[in-house]
């Protein structure tokens, strides 16, 4: 079970992180007032744990998790944030496992 959980991390922190570079992109060339409103966001500035970077992290998770990419008037984009929100319930489930698992 411990293996499964790990192999559930694993595969959504990189689909999470895949989907982010994709939505990222497609917010920069598409919709650049939507991109502006995140702070203009590297693919690597949110995938760094610098505290410098904090302000970039919580502007992009409100994005996702506050529903607006879902208004954004475009299904591509709906779509990658759709899948943001999935990887980060699968990551989540992941790590619930892996701490049940542990507890045994």
Same mark, same amino acid.
């Given at each position: 079970?411990?293996g499964?959980?790990?192999?559930?991390?694993? !595969?959504?922190?990189?689909?999470?992180?895949? @989907? %982010?570079?994709?939505?990222l992109?497609q917010?920069?060339?598409? /919709?650049?007032?939507?991109f502006?409103?995140l702070?203009?966001?590297s693919?690597?500035?949110?995938?760094?744990? !610098?505290?410098r970077?904090?302000?970039?992290? @919580? %502007?992009?998770?409100?994005?996702i998790?506050?529903?607006?990419g /879902?208004?954004?008037?475009?299904?591509?984009?709906?779509?990658?944030?759709?899948?943001?929100l999935?990887a980060?319930?699968a990551l989540?489930?992941g790590?619930?496992?892996?701490?049940w698992?542990?507890?045994?």
């Open positions: 079970m411990t499964v959980a790990i192999t559930i991390i694993l !595969l959504a922190m990189a689909v999470s992180w895949i @989907i %982010r570079g994709l939505l992109r917010l920069r060339d598409r /919709f650049p007032d939507e502006a409103a702070g203009y966001p693919r690597r500035q949110l995938a760094s744990m !610098l505290p970077y904090q302000e970039l992290h @919580i %502007r992009y998770w409100k994005y998790w506050g529903g607006k /879902f208004l954004v008037n475009d299904k591509l984009v709906s779509s990658l944030a759709g899948a943001a999935l980060d319930v989540a489930i790590a619930i496992v892996l701490l698992s542990a507890g045994k």
